[in-house]
C-alpha cells in the first residue's frame, strides 16, 4: 500500500513524520504521524499506538505531548493516527464536534451513513499495525497502545478485546463508561444505533467485567481539576471497580490540579513510555 510523506523533522535524534495513504477501511485519505527513534535506524523497535481524543488530528500529540525525548532514549517508534475518517462528504459530520470529524470513538459503526466509513476500530487494531509493519522497522510482536480522553477509551477497548495483542496499555483521562456518560451515549447512538447491547463491546468497564486475557497492567493519570471528570463524561470509578473485581491491576493516579489539556500529558507523558518501556523491551 503506497504512504506519500507529508513531512519530516529530525527530533531527539530520531525523525518525527507524517505519512498520507488511502485508507481500505475507511474508504478515504488518511495521515498518521510517526516518531522512528534512532535505535529504529539499525534495528526493529517495538510500537506504542497513541490514540488522541475529540476534534484532534495526528498532529496534537507530536507537537504538544513532548514524547519524542522518552521515545528516542527507550527506542520506541510511537504512531498517531488522526481521530476519524476525513472529507467523506456525509451528511452531518461537521455539524458538531462530538460526533462525526473528529470524533470517530474508535468503533466500527453499523447504522448509516456511517457504516461505510467510520470503522475506526478496525483500522486502529487491524490495516494500520500491517501498514506500519511492512514499511518501518517495527517489531510485530510488540505492540502497546494509549490515548487521552475519547483516544483514552479506544486505547483501553483495543487492549481489553484483544487478550494479548498488546504487552500493555495506559491512558490519560480515558472515557471509561461511555454507555453510561452523554459524549458516548450521543456517539454510540449514531454510529451503532438503539441496541444498547452492541455498545457493551465499545465500553472498557463493560470489557474489564468479562476480560480472561493475559495480565494487563493498567496505568490511567486523571487530572483533579478535570472539567470533564466532574461533569460525568470519564467515570473512572466505575472501571476501577470492574478491574478490582475481575482482580486486573490498575495503577490509577489523580493528579492535583491538573485539567483535562495536554499540559496535563506533557507533565505525564515519560512515566507512560516508561510504564510500556517495562513491557516492550522486555
Not at 182 to 193: D, I, M, N, R, V
Not at 249 to 269: A, E, K, T
Amino acid at each position: 500500500m503506497a504512504l506519500t510523506q507529508v513531512s519530516s523533522n529530525k527530533c531527539c535524534d530520531g525523525y518525527q513524520k507524517v505519512f498520507e495513504h488511502d485508507s481500505s477501511e475507511l474508504k478515504c485519505k488518511m495521515k498518521f504521524a510517526i516518531y522512528l527513534p534512532p535505535k529504529a535506524e539499525s534495528s526493529k523497535c517495538p510500537v506504542l499506538y497513541w490514540l488522541s481524543g475529540l476534534t484532534c488530528t495526528e498532529q496534537n500529540f507530536i507537537t504538544k505531548a513532548g514524547s519524542q525525548q522518552a521515545a528516542s532514549e527507550h527506542g520506541i517508534i510511537i504512531v498517531a493516527p488522526d481521530t476519524s475518517p476525513r472529507g467523506c462528504n456525509i451528511e452531518g459530520e461537521e455539524e458538531s464536534w462530538d460526533f462525526g470529524t473528529g470524533a470517530g470513538f474508535y468503533v466500527n459503526a453499523t447504522q448509516e451513513p456511517w457504516k461505510t466509513n467510520y470503522r475506526m476500530y478496525s483500522y486502529v487494531t487491524e490495516e494500520l499495525p500491517r501498514l506500519i509493519n511492512s514499511n518501518f522497522p517495527a517489531d510485530p510482536e510488540k505492540m502497546s497502545i494509549s490515548g487521552h480522553s475519547m483516544g483514552g477509551h479506544g486505547a483501553l477497548i483495543c487492549a481489553l478485546k484483544n487478550p494479548g495483542k498488546y504487552k500493555s496499555v495506559s491512558a490519560f483521562a480515558p472515557i471509561c463508561n461511555p454507555i453510561q456518560c452523554a459524549w458516548g451515549q450521543k456517539a454510540f447512538s449514531g454510529y451503532l444505533g438503539p441496541d444498547k447491547s452492541t455498545w457493551e463491546l465499545y465500553d472498557a468497564t463493560v470489557l474489564a467485567e468479562s476480560y480472561s486475557g493475559p495480565e494487563l497492567d493498567i496505568l490511567i493519570d486523571q487530572g483533579r481539576d478535570d472539567q470533564f471528570l466532574s461533569a460525568s463524561q470519564l467515570l473512572p470509578d466505575n472501571l476501577i471497580a470492574a478491574c478490582s473485581k475481575k482482580k486486573i491491576p490498575v495503577v490509577f493516579r489523580l493528579q492535583q490540579g491538573y485539567d483535562h489539556s495536554y499540559h496535563f500529558i506533557f507533565s505525564f507523558i515519560n512515566d507512560h513510555i516508561k510504564h510500556h518501556a517495562k513491557y516492550l523491551n522486555a
